[in-house]
């Protein structure tokens, strides 16, 4: 499938603390755009799509001016690297090399150490370049008088921003695609809503694109779709949580996963300069108001049916400040599957009827909020 990109096959460093020369190993040429990004200081270099087969753990460890890079898919076509480094750097030269000599064609960036006011001068005087495409994110067949409400699910992270990971390597992203598209096909079949996805593929999604894509659908619900994970000297966590969105976290496990959550686009090099500012956020305010009651009874509905399904955190509703929970229309929950850190939970997170169980309890929960409103507007089309 990946047969036409290019293939990156491995990865080397050198240098030191004040030089540093990133090396990527190619089957072609690239035409690559790099610029850097403040707080935390982060070097972003973006190609054409490229298929990364690199060393397992490539990244994890840095050297010289490099703490430790990510690399993947940013949008269809479009790959990303992200270099975390350990402090303020210059991008000196980033070039492309023919194959030659037996060595197959490189990708070069060579950074250099230099102070916190030139390094922000410089990203100042970097030409704006123009943002990414939209990423591709399918719209619900809409026929005219079709009034079911839009459901929209969203699957956290993807790309270049694997989410978490278990020890065994797998990753949260995959996991709650998978999760994400069975419950969509659930609650299609349903008949009685609409249903649209953030995103429809391995792609990165920014987290302010999420919520704008929810309320441009004009979004009935959005549940937002995640799985944990807690470093093993905290303790054991299992079960999965329900979380809404408040200003002050509902305990400090709460204000730990929102962080983490809404570390996102930094994870994946957005340049947050460019995201414009949240506007009449006064006037959002009645709406939002109204938008979280709603999010809390539904997030109290999902609770209840899960309990039957799947095996529950100790404190299983929650909120904190999640990015991703703002539409201050559209009332969202953001679901914790469970933790990829605990050996059980990640067992039934990979059981296909472990997901069966756990997606039919949302259909419930989802038909029980529904089921009110529906019968105020004399029911939905298709339905019965
Ligand atoms: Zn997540």
Known sequence: MAADFP??????????????????????????????????????????QVDFRLPAKAGDNGRGLIKAFRYGLVMQGGSRIVIDTKGPVKIEKVFSLDPAEGQPARLVVDLAATDRESFLRAIALEPRKPAAAPPQQAVPRTTPGDTRPVVVIDPGHGGIDLGTKASSGETEKTIVFEFATLLRDKIERSGKYRVAMTRNDDSFVPLAERTRFARAMKAALMI????????????????????????????SEAARLAEAENKADVIAGVDLTKEPADVADILFDLAQRETRAFSVQFAKMLVGELKSAARLHKQPLKSAGFMVLRAPDVPSVLVELGFVSTKDDLKQMLSPAWREKTADSLLRAVDAYFM?????????KGAN
């Open 7 to 48: 293939v990156a096959s491995d990865v080397r460093l050198g240098g030191d603390a004040t030089q540093t020369r990133f090396v990527l190993d190619i089957s072609k040429k690239l035409d690559t755009a790099a610029f850097t990004l403040a707080d935390p200081y982060r070097v972003v270099i973006d190609m054409p």
């Open 224 to 251: 937002s779709v995640h799985a944990d994970y807690l470093p093993r000297n905290e303790g054991e966590a299992h079960g999965a949580t329900v979380y809404t969105l408040s200003d002050h976290a509902s305990d």
């Open 372 to 380: 009110p409103r529906m019968v105020g507007a004399g029911g939905p």
